[in-house]
């Protein structure tokens, strides 16, 4: 059983950095899955926020391309998500995304 788990998570100030990190264990060829990232703010739909295939092929939202930047280390089963120029509106609660399997999320919060 595939199980994900998200740290890197916390309360930060506009024009801030952050990074996330997420942990995964019960997969046997992490390089061939494609990971990625979700977010969730109060009162919204989970959306889409950035993508990493088993090519190294990167893709982000419109709303944060220039900002953050996924990677990832097949070696480790880890995805992160390096996030900058941090506003308010990217506060929402987190989730890494692998092959079927969801995290339990971690909340940023953007505010002075």
């Given at each position: 059983q595939?199980?994900?788990?998200?740290?890197?998570?916390?309360?930060?100030?506009?024009?801030?950095?952050?990074?996330?990190?997420?942990?995964?264990?019960?997969?046997?060829?992490?390089?061939?899955?494609?990971?990625?990232?979700?977010?969730q703010?109060?009162?919204?739909?989970?959306?889409?926020?950035?993508?990493?295939?088993w090519?190294?092929?990167?893709?982000?939202?419109?709303?944060?391309?220039?900002?953050?930047?996924?990677?990832?280390?097949?070696?480790?089963?880890?995805?992160?998500?390096?996030?900058?120029?941090?506003?308010?509106?990217?506060?929402?609660?987190?989730?890494?995304?692998?092959?079927?399997?969801?995290?339990?999320g971690?909340?940023?919060?953007?505010?002075?």
């Open positions: 595939v199980q994900l788990v998200e740290s890197g998570g916390g309360l930060v100030q506009p024009g801030g950095s952050l990074t996330l990190s997420c942990v995964a264990s019960g997969i046997t060829d992490y390089s061939k899955y494609i990971a990625a990232w979700f977010r703010a109060p009162g919204k739909e989970r959306e889409f926020v950035a993508v990493s295939n090519s190294g092929s990167r893709n982000y939202a419109e709303t944060v391309k220039g900002r953050f930047t996924i990677g990832r280390d097949n070696a480790k089963h880890t995805v992160s998500l390096l996030m900058s120029s941090l506003k308010p509106e990217d506060t929402a609660v987190y989730y890494c995304h692998v092959g079927d399997s969801w995290g339990q971690t909340q940023v919060t953007v505010s002075s």
